[in-house]
């Protein structure tokens, strides 16, 4: 009897187990139902046109431009013969022969005001008096430019572009905060590729670096690539402002040791700075042809003019020749028969006034005579001023172009 009590008693608990069972079932399966279609919905509106990557690309690359030089180097070169014989036989040995060689080179820059200034690196249009500036702009247009100044401490210039219009630019107004571990996005002309893209994050600052044994300081640290090319470049921020402008990538260290993730760029309130002083120059400067040069030979105007050939006198070819530092322009060479060679001007020579201004770089040299023609008559105080001032001999001459 206890028995036939007790079976029906664990039949109606099993029953009502399974009853429960089913219930939490039927609550289970509509969530398991809900996880599975809840990611296919979020993934379906996820739009790329709205990634702040993409926004952030889309605002500044219309003021990026990719940025083609050209520059014509002049060696001397001297038949080997002719020492020869004028060791062995009394001759007289003729004068070296020119080779002109044509290199060129890519880089980028943006513009920072709608009337066509561009900044970019010093190093991608260094002696401009010697260079055609091509800038392309992200419209596929070609431009002539003009190169206005720079600083070769900091490793920026300031060239101009000519157009009838307002032109896109970067406001240098709102700079990016430049917070470690924040997105950053080179964007540049890498490897003549134009409007290429890369991601990283802002991995330092304050950093010292040497270059050709120059030295730059305060630049930014970041991992994003930067390669040949995206020089002179815009690094920017998630909301595409500017953090800094791309300047050097470091593949090995002074040890030989390689690197990688290495890149630097200089700050933003840096460039800003300097276009500042850029624009002032800017103004005081009337406009020039651009780079001062002859269209079929790309010639200076120092030497299609005058015959001159100049090179700068650095600090350690001043020390070299004897010669005081920081004053003047050297004669490399000059042509036969040319003005200056009829006024007898010689190689080895010092320029240190064109008219009443000092001149002490190639860039002044040619700023000056950039606005000169044949059947000018310009005045050239030439010399040399020994180191400490010694040995000071100085003559004015007076050149016609021809």
Do not use: W
């Not at 009502?16 to 996880?35: E, N, Q």
Request: proline share 5%; net charge positive.
């Amino acid at each position: 009897m206890f028995a036939c009590k007790t079976q029906p008693r664990r039949m109606r608990n099993l029953m009502i187990k399974r009853r429960r069972f089913r219930g939490i079932g039927a609550m289970v399966l509509p969530l398991i139902s809900l996880c599975l279609v809840r990611p296919a919905v979020t993934f379906a509106q996820a739009d790329p046109a709205a990634e702040p990557a993409v926004l952030a690309v889309a605002k500044v690359l219309p003021a990026v431009v990719n940025i083609n030089t050209e520059r014509v180097v002049r060696r001397q070169v001297r038949d080997p013969f002719d020492d020869f014989a004028a060791q062995f036989f009394g001759v007289y040995r003729n004068r070296p022969r020119e080779i002109r060689q044509t290199l060129q080179s890519l880089g980028t820059g943006f513009l920072v005001d709608p009337a066509g200034f561009i900044v970019t690196n010093e190093h991608v249009v260094e002696r401009a008096a010697d260079l055609k500036i091509e800038v392309i702009t992200n419209d596929k247009k070609s431009y002539k430019a003009r190169y206005i100044t720079g600083d070769s401490k900091r490793d920026l210039a300031f060239i101009k572009i000519d157009s009838d219009k307002p032109l896109p630019f970067v406001n240098l107004q709102d700079i990016s905060p430049n917070l470690l571990g924040q997105t950053v996005i080179v964007v540049g002309n890498a490897l003549g590729y134009g409007s290429s893209i890369s991601r990283g994050v802002l991995s330092g600052v304050k950093r010292d670096i040497t270059i050709d044994n120059v030295d730059y300081h305060d630049l930014l640290q970041t991992d994003a690539a930067i390669n040949p090319g995206n020089s002179g470049g815009p690094l920017i921020d998630l909301s595409g402002r500017l953090i800094g402008i791309s300047s050097a990538k470091m593949a090995f260290t002074p040890q030989g040791i390689p690197t990688q993730g290495l890149g630097f760029a200089i700050p933003a309130d840096i460039v800003r700075q300097n276009v500042e002083e850029f624009k002032k120059v800017a103004e005081k400067r009337p406009p020039t042809k651009p780079a001062a040069q002859d269209e079929e030979t790309g010639s200076s105007s120092a030497d299609r003019l005058f015959g001159l050939q100049l090179q700068d006198l650095t600090n350690d070819l001043a020390a070299a020749l004897g010669f005081a530092t920081n004053k003047g322009v050297l004669v490399s060479a000059v042509e036969p028969d040319s003005p200056a060679d009829q006024a007898g001007i010689e190689r080895g020579l010092v320029i240190y006034r064109i008219g009443k201004y000092e001149v002490n770089s190639v860039k002044d040299v040619e700023r000056l005579l950039s606005r000169a023609n044949s059947g000018s008559s310009v005045d050239f105080a030439v010399g040399v001023i020994g180191r400490n001032g010694r040995g000071r001999r100085i003559e004015t001459v007076n050149l016609e172009a021809r």
